[in-house]
Structures are given as C-alpha cells and as structure tokens.
C-alpha cells in the first residue's frame, strides 16, 4: 500500500515510516526543502510540499491510499 507521511524527517514521522517500512508499504514522504533538510531513508519518495503552499501536493498524493499527516507549522520565535 502506498502510503504519505507528511513532516518525513519529524521525530514522530520517522518512527511512523520506519513501522510502514517494516510491514512493506511504499512511503512517500514530503520535506520542505532538499537542501535544508536531506533524506533520511533511501527506500522513501520525498517530495517538497510545504503546509503553507498547494505546491507539490498533487504530487505528493499520487496513487496514495493513505495520509498520515504528522507535520505542524512551528513559528519561530526569537530568543
């Protein structure tokens, strides 16, 4: 099964795709920017999406059964 999980490299995302990995399912992840954030996984599709745009999420959930959505918007706040 192919499944999204959103925020892919998210304290709580990769414990979620490791698991989906486990049981055979096909992961794609999406990440907000390939530079700032590289691959965890080399067996994941990662795609830029980020919370704020509608780019990318077309094709983030191409042929995807399920999402799991486990990213948030931080704010950064100043020290």
């Known amino acids: 099964m ?3 999980v959103t925020g892919e490299n998210g304290f709580v995302a990769t414990h ?3 698991q989906l990995l486990a049981e055979g399912h096909t992961v794609v992840g999406t990440i907000r920017n390939r530079a700032k954030q590289p691959p965890i996984f080399d067996n994941v599709t ?3 999406a980020n919370l704020t745009s509608a780019e990318g999420w077309l094709d983030a959930m191409t042929d995807v059964v ?3 959505h486990s990213a948030m918007k931080m704010p950064i706040i100043p020290n």
Do not use: D
């Open 2 to 4: 192919k499944i999204l």
């Open 16 to 18: 979620i795709i490791q």
């Open 46 to 48: 990662y795609v830029v």
């Open 66 to 68: 399920s999402p799991v």
